[in-house]
């Protein structure tokens, strides 16, 4: 079965600053697809950015990054530049490459940006 | 982009009522829909995977004779709430895969706060 982890409940951060939350999985599967959704207050699910697995370079979305190491299950987001409005829960989730079956959410990490 | 309506958005309701949340796929068809609960400060949890044309799959635990899911067309699925108790109050999302981009990530409703007083 497909778990995701996330280790860190909340985090901050200054605003202009850089961040990293980190997010581990596990899976017994070889081709699948990493994702990073934000919630904000308005709890709209937003995608942020997405990974393939068969894909060796890490994705990139402006100020958003991932460091995706597949041995490792691991798979960090990077926000770059904070600004007040990344302030959100982020949860890490992943499908298997069908995209068949539903996504495996993490616990979520509540990131506050501080002005 | 592809676009997943939700309605309503937030519905408060007295104890016993039966509530019925409606989730539309605007620019797609979308074979297969699932329906998640979220408890506030925690995640996203699967209620039920719903497949046009058939009987939804329902998760471990959560009653089908309690959150009854319809999937008549291509564009829409609901879930109603039935003889809906306080307990019931939370926040359901919904999420539609493109029958032709199956491949592409889900696409999510605006959620529906409910209420039951």
């Known amino acids: 079965a497909q778990t995701v982890t996330q280790s860190q409940p909340e985090m901050s951060v200054q605003e202009a600053e850089t961040v990293t939350l980190s997010c581990t999985y596990d899976?017994?599967?070889?081709?699948?697809?990493l994702f990073w959704y934000k919630q904000p207050p308005s709890r709209q699910m937003i995608l942020v950015i997405r990974?393939?697995?068969?894909?060796?370079q890490n994705a990139t979305e402006n100020r958003f990054s991932v460091n995706f190491q597949k041995a490792a299950k691991s798979f960090s987001l990077k926000i770059s530049d904070s600004q007040l409005g990344d302030t959100a829960m982020y949860f890490c989730?992943?499908?298997?490459?069908?995209?068949?079956?539903?996504?495996?959410f993490g616990t979520g990490t509540r990131l506050t940006v501080i002005p | 982009g592809a676009v997943v309506s939700q309605h309503p958005s937030w519905v408060i309701c007295k104890s016993g009522t039966s509530v019925k949340i409606e989730c539309r796929s605007l620019?797609?068809?979308?074979?297969?829909m699932f329906w998640y609960r979220q408890f506030p400060k925690q995640s996203l949890m699967l209620m039920a995977t719903?497949?046009?044309?058939?009987?939804?799959?329902?998760e471990q635990g959560v009653e089908k004779d309690k959150f009854l899911i319809n999937h008549a067309s291509l564009t829409l699925s609901t879930l109603t709430v039935t003889s809906a108790h306080p307990e019931d109050s939370s926040f359901y999302i919904c999420?539609?895969?493109?029958?032709?981009?199956?491949?592409?990530?889900?696409?999510f409703g605006d959620g529906t706060r409910l209420s039951i007083l």
């Open positions: 999420s539609a895969r493109d029958r032709i981009h199956s491949n592409q990530p889900q696409h």
């Open positions: 899976t017994s599967e070889n081709n699948y697809y």
């Open positions: 990974q393939e697995a068969y894909k060796q």
């Open positions: 989730a992943f499908i298997d490459q069908t995209g068949a079956n539903n996504l495996f």
């Open positions: 620019d797609f068809q979308a074979t297969t």
């Open positions: 719903s497949n046009e044309g058939s009987k939804a799959t329902y």
